[in-house]
């Protein structure tokens, strides 16, 4: 495609709105200022529309698209929140089943479609990706000739360039010393300032030009870090429950680090214990009531040799660390964070076999709820078997006893108890506050006797190799929004034609700034200051609005 | 010429973000995060079984096996366990072994579900969970289908009819 040359001699792209160097506007508008958007440069998508290449191109080159996919990931991140994601689903669940059963034919199709894992669905992550490409080619689309122009930029400009700038004034002057008073002032004000035949051309900020795009370079940065996360071994989010005692594998880790847990300790402020000046706060909400400190005191292990899963692994100590919150135990990349916990879980039960009429006791027995043994001999002929062990107790849709998981939350047990005088044995079925005689009445009955509680810690395991990356990225990213944001990039014009000095001037933002900055260049050197010619366009359209109401 | 280098600059940016981008959603959807997926070697484990004979998986390398893991509170996997039984009596003979891997229950209860169906395959009980973990476990049941060189052939999740279960062991014989 041609080039146009302009009457100054330069040579511009086609589809450039006025001429790169002298300003000279190179088509026919008929809107009385310039629109400077880009500085007139031709945004190539627009003009070349050949090639497949080119046609992809300009899709993504235009804003309008990229807002539109914008918008279409913020609707679809809207509905994702209108029913759970599946990890928010109880356990043990078939989220096909659930989805359906629980909200209906809306509910299918929001399985089907893939907004119950959002953020992992294909759909979801192309838009993302979709983006991240339009945000690409419109920067390069548009940072190219937008440094050509700012590049190519002379000094002298054209009668049209000038008188169609929205500051502009035009004043007869003799003297034409006074520019020097004018530059010297100018250069005062940190304006980079270029000279030409008597023509001034004064800049500053033009950096802030540049912001959009630096800020758009940190989110393709941010982009790529998010994109690592799926690269094997980059990143590991997992939790671990461990109870207190406990031994065990660390998930994500593949075999290779163990944890103990010796104790879990939650603490609240108490009245009188504390440093005085918590006592106002205290009192507000109650002694007990505002926690203190969450704190997991753990061992940390390597396995020494090959990594076996379920056989006994061969444990070395690497540390012991109190995990509390926001003091995670590091190792190897990999931290431990606390992230809740549950106080007083069951471990186990004691029960007394007892005369129901005499209520004389024959011996106690200990339940271990984790690992129950089957058979308790209590001496004398007296015998207590275990014949079953719901942990999580419930009556199924049979009308069973069953368990809803391993956890004893709810433990029962079907005992059966042997007494010299009841050799066949009596069968009881016995759960928290209620005892059930299958067969008929018995003589003898567990009695409750006790418990034995301990806590349990859930950890966060975190390796996080993509961090640094999301970091840089939101720092280029902030760069690019203070540089465009505090920054204006100013112009100012003057140009001496036929004994007058013509005055123009523009500005990116912030014309109120750039007005009074001119005031006090031009003040007492008899130019005249600058009308906004927008404003003016403005207030006589208005005018016209009242006129006619 | 101008024209000709524009084209390249194009085509050469539009394939580096169609590089970045089929690379990600290849990475999330088409490749696991771990060695745990189709056509991998299954990772080995030992665990021991109810009657106290330790299992190790590589040890029925030679033999397709048929590994699930299950719970006795899980009601899919209670229906299919019938059915895994029934299978495993026909397929026994033709080198096709059956492992049910509970998750880490109390004996007790994994006992007497065991008596309860009659099962007469090994059932091995995960206590420390790290199994599950090996096998990133989620949810119940989930059933491997191993081949006689310890490649996973296929990774159910759900309940089994008692067709599809003849159909997988069929899929593994050696």
Same mark, same amino acid.
């Given at each position: 495609m041609e080039q146009v040359k302009c009457e100054c001699g330069h040579v511009n792209p086609y589809g450039t709105a006025f001429c790169e160097a002298c300003g000279k506007p190179l088509e026919e508008v008929e809107k009385p200022l310039l629109d400077m958007r880009y500085e007139g440069s031709a945004r190539r998508s627009q003009t070349y529309n050949k090639t497949v290449i080119d046609k992809i191109w300009n899709f993504f080159s235009s804003v309008k698209v990229g807002v539109w996919l914008i918008v279409i990931t913020l609707i679809a991140s809207a509905i994702g929140t209108i029913f759970p994601q599946k990890m928010y689903l109880p356990p043990n669940v078939t989220p096909a089943q659930y989805y359906e059963d629980e909200y209906g034919w809306a509910g299918k199709l929001y399985y089907e479609l893939g907004f119950d894992n959002l953020y992992g669905s294909w759909w979801y992550m192309l838009l993302i990706a979709l983006i991240g490409v339009s945000l690409v080619i419109c920067s390069l689309? &548009?940072?190219?000739?937008?440094?050509?122009?700012? %590049?190519?930029q002379g000094v002298t400009r054209h009668d049209a360039f000038l008188r169609r700038q929205r500051l502009f004034s035009a004043t007869k002057i003799?003297?034409?010393?006074?520019?020097?008073?004018? +530059?010297?002032?100018?250069? +005062?004000r940190r304006y980079h300032i270029r000279e030409e035949n008597g023509n001034i051309l004064a800049e500053k900020g033009r950096f802030s030009r540049w912001g959009p795009y630096?800020?758009?370079?940190?989110? =393709?940065i941010f982009l790529i870090g998010a994109m690592l996360r799926f690269v094997p071994g980059m990143y590991v989010d997992k939790v671990l429950w461990i109870r207190e005692g406990e031994t065990k594998e660390i998930?994500?880790?593949?075999?290779? $680090?163990?944890? !103990?847990?010796?104790?879990?300790?939650?603490?609240?402020?108490?009245k009188g214990?504390?440093?005085?000046? @918590?006592?106002?706060? =205290?009192? &507000?909400?109650?002694?007990?009531?505002?926690?203190?400190?969450?704190?997991?005191?753990?061992?940390l292990y390597k396995r020494v040799g090959p990594v076996i899963a379920g056989e006994e692994p061969k444990l070395k100590k690497i540390k012991e660390y109190k995990i509390r919150v926001n003091e995670p135990l590091k190792y190897d990349h990999y931290a431990l964070y606390q992230v809740d916990f549950k106080l007083n879980e069951l471990k186990s039960m004691s029960f007394a076999l007892i005369d129901k009429q005499t209520s004389k006791s024959f011996g106690m027995i200990t339940v271990d709820l984790l690992q129950p043994k089957e058979s308790y001999d209590l001496g004398n002929g007296y015998r207590v078997e275990l014949l079953s062990?719901?942990?999580?107790? $419930?009556?199924?849709?049979?009308?069973?006893? %069953?368990? +809803?998981? &391993?956890?004893?939350?709810?433990?029962? @047990?079907?005992? !059966?108890?042997?007494a010299p005088d009841k050799p066949k044995g009596e069968v009881s079925f016995v759960a928290i506050r209620q005892t059930i005689e299958p067969f008929g %009445? %018995?003589?003898? !009955?567990?009695?409750f006797a006790g418990i034995d509680t301990r806590n349990v810690s859930a950890l966060t395991v975190r390796r996080d190799f993509t961090l640094w990356v999301l970091g840089i990225g939101g720092a280029v990213f902030m760069i690019?929004? =203070?540089q465009g944001m505090y920054w204006n990039h100013r112009r100012i014009w003057l140009k001496q034609t036929n004994g007058e000095v013509w005055l123009a001037a523009h500005t990116n933002k912030n014309w109120f700034g750039l007005k009074r900055e001119i005031q006090a260049v031009i003040d007492g050197t008899g130019i005249t200051m600058p009308i906004d010619q927008a404003e003016i366009a403005k207030k006589a359209q208005g005018g016209d609005e009242h006129g006619t109401a | 010429m101008m024209k000709k280098q524009r084209l390249v600059m194009r085509t050469v940016v539009l394939l580096l973000l169609l590089a970045a981008v089929g690379y990600t959603i290849y990475a999330n959807f088409f490749t696991e995060k771990t060695e745990i997926k189709v056509g991998a070697t299954a990772p080995d484990f030992e665990l021991t079984d109810l009657n106290g004979n330790t299992h190790r998986l590589s040890d029925y390398r030679g033999k397709g096996v048929f590994l699930n893991f299950w719970g006795t509170w899980c009601k899919p996997c209670e229906r299919e366990m019938p059915f895994i039984n029934e299978q495993y009596k026909a397929y026994k003979k033709q080198g096709v072994e059956v492992l049910a891997v509970n998750v880490g229950e109390p004996k007790l209860s994994v006992q007497k579900f065991v008596d309860r169906f009659g099962l007469t395959f090994p059932v091995v009980i995960d206590r420390e969970d790290q199994v599950m973990n090996a096998y990133e476990i989620d949810p119940l049941p989930t059933t491997f289908l191993i081949d006689k060189n310890g490649k996973i052939q296929a990774i159910i999740t759900g309940t089994m009819t008692e067709e599809k279960v003849k159909q997988y062991m069929e899929s593994i014989k050696p």
């Open positions: 689309d &548009r940072v190219i000739p937008l440094y050509r122009a700012l %590049n190519n003799e003297d034409a010393r006074l520019l020097e008073a004018i +530059k010297e002032r100018l250069a +005062k630096v800020n758009h370079i940190g989110l =393709i998930p994500g880790t593949n075999g290779e $680090y163990f944890l !103990k847990n010796e104790k879990f300790t939650f603490e609240t402020y108490q214990k504390e440093n005085a000046v @918590f006592n106002a706060a =205290i009192d &507000r909400v109650g002694s007990g009531m505002v926690a203190k400190t969450y704190e997991t005191k753990a061992v062990y719901f942990p999580d107790f $419930y009556f199924d849709d049979d009308g069973n006893p %069953n368990t +809803k998981s &391993r956890v004893p939350n709810n433990p029962a @047990f079907v005992f !059966k108890m042997y %009445n %018995n003589k003898y !009955k567990m009695a690019g929004l =203070i | -």
